[in-house]
């Protein structure tokens, strides 16, 4: 499971302390639990090719988030088309200094 932050820490006490009420309508929570049904549903098989490489990478970065590399590879493909997937910009890395 991933590291959860201070923030979370707090929303997840108030919810086990009971502290967090429900704002949605009986009708909204339907609709809710209606779109996650259809989103949850699996109906179809792809096949693909990866180098192992970018398999390895993804299976590592699934066992650090705690899920199937399958469901982060499904969860990624999602994302992008649905416009959501946001590129990371580039780690800085500081200029050598050694180099002339």
């Known amino acids: 499971m991933s590291q959860i932050d201070v923030y ?27 779109a996650a049904r259809a989103s949850a549903i699996k109906d179809k098989r792809v096949n693909i090719r990866l180098s192992s490489v970018d398999l390895t990478d993804i299976q590592v970065r699934a066992m650090e988030e705690g899920v199937p590399y399958q469901t982060l590879i499904t969860s990624v493909l999602h994302k992008y088309v649905n416009g959501k997937l946001v590129e990371r910009s580039p780690k800085s890395s500081k200029p050598d200094s050694t180099k002339s």
């Open 8 to 34: 979370e820490l707090e929303i997840l006490n108030a919810f086990e302390s009971g502290q967090l009420k429900s704002i949605a309508s009986k009708s909204e929570l339907a609709k809710f639990k209606a």
